[in-house]
């Protein structure tokens, strides 16, 4: 199984600030890889597939890059209305596998 | 638009089966995608379960095979999971999700399922 892990697992920053959350795979996945946004009650939403391309109506705060084993995930002003937990994700051959999440809220 | 919806018991006895289905509205399974399930443990991340392609091929995760078997029902539009011989770790809130090859974009609400004597 290809293993996801997150960091920092959870994190508090202030209205404005940038935000930085970073996933690694166990092994090479290319780009394969995309990010979610989680919110309590609500069904997960998809912000970025294939590393680093905005899915359509995402806000352009929200950016992803990396290849291979490291990635990133950035909010580059945090709103209130981020609060949330973020999954990173893998794919490989309709197989899935999400990160660990990383709660984000603000101060 | 495509709705979602599970289904199912909320209280299973360990060692039983879990089943739960997804009633699919608004699309029809047998035009494609793929149908999957995924699962939160209370105070956990998501785990994705298996999905199914509309014509049967399944997918598994690897740790979860041996006791997974999802299945597709075209004529009702709706697609099932059985989970055998549950224990108190397969507690959590099972979603169905509709997903390209790649990323799922259409979610149930999800259903909490305890298992517990």
């Known amino acids: 199984d290809i293993q996801m892990t997150q960091s920092p697992s959870s994190l508090s920053a202030s209205v404005g600030d940038r935000v930085t959350i970073t996933c690694q795979a166990s092994?090479?996945?290319?780009?394969?890889l995309n990010w979610y946004q989680h919110k309590p009650g609500k069904a997960p939403k998809l912000l970025i597939y294939d590393a680093s391309k905005l899915e359509t109506g995402v806000p352009s705060r929200f950016s992803g890059s990396g290849s291979g084993t490291d990635f990133t995930f950035t909010i580059s002003s945090l709103q209130p209305e981020d609060i949330a937990t973020y999954y990173c994700?893998?794919?490989?051959?309709?197989?899935?596998?999400f990160g660990p999440g990383t709660k984000v809220d603000v101060k | 638009q495509v709705q979602l919806q599970e289904s199912g018991p909320g209280l299973v006895k360990p060692s039983e089966t879990l089943s739960l289905t997804c009633n699919v509205s608004g699309y029809s399974i047998s035009s494609g995608y793929y149908w999957g399930w995924i699962r939160q443990p209370p105070g956990k991340g998501l785990e994705w379960i298996g999905s199914?392609?509309?014509?049967?091929?399944?997918y598994y995760k690897p740790s979860l095979k041996s006791r997974v078997t999802i299945s597709v029902d075209t004529s009702k539009n709706q697609f099932s999971l059985k989970l055998s011989s549950v224990t108190a770790a397969d507690t959590a809130v099972y979603s169905c999700?509709?997903?390209?090859?790649?990323?799922?974009?259409?979610w149930g609400q999800g259903i909490l399922v305890t298992v517990s004597s």
């Open positions: 999700a509709r997903s390209s090859d790649i990323a799922f974009d259409y």
């Open positions: 994700q893998q794919y490989d051959n309709v197989i899935f596998t």
């Open positions: 092994q090479d996945i290319r780009n394969y």
């Open positions: 199914i392609y509309h014509s049967g091929s399944t």
